[in-house]
């Protein structure tokens, strides 16, 4: 618990961090963080879906996934 507690209190070092996580994830099948759950919002109601993390870019902020082009959420993550 003391691992996270650091994060709390400084929140460059918590950024930093999740930056680690999400690089991670790119490489690591088996990382939490290789399929994340995005959520958007569609007037009232809360869409989630899950996407494949393929590439963390922390010098420009951008996350690149994949999805199913088919699906309805492209249009809501547009």
Do not use: H
């Amino acid at each position: 618990m003391d691992f996270y507690k650091k994060f709390l209190i400084n929140l460059t070092e918590a950024e930093s961090q999740i930056w680690k996580f999400l690089v991670q994830g790119t490489a690591n099948k088996k990382s939490k963080f290789y399929c994340p759950t995005l959520s958007t919002i569609d007037g009232k109601k809360i869409n989630s879906r899950t996407i494949i993390l393929r590439k963390a870019e922390k010098k420009i902020k951008c996350l690149t996934f994949y999805t199913d082009k088919r699906s309805k959420k492209v249009k809501d993550i547009k």
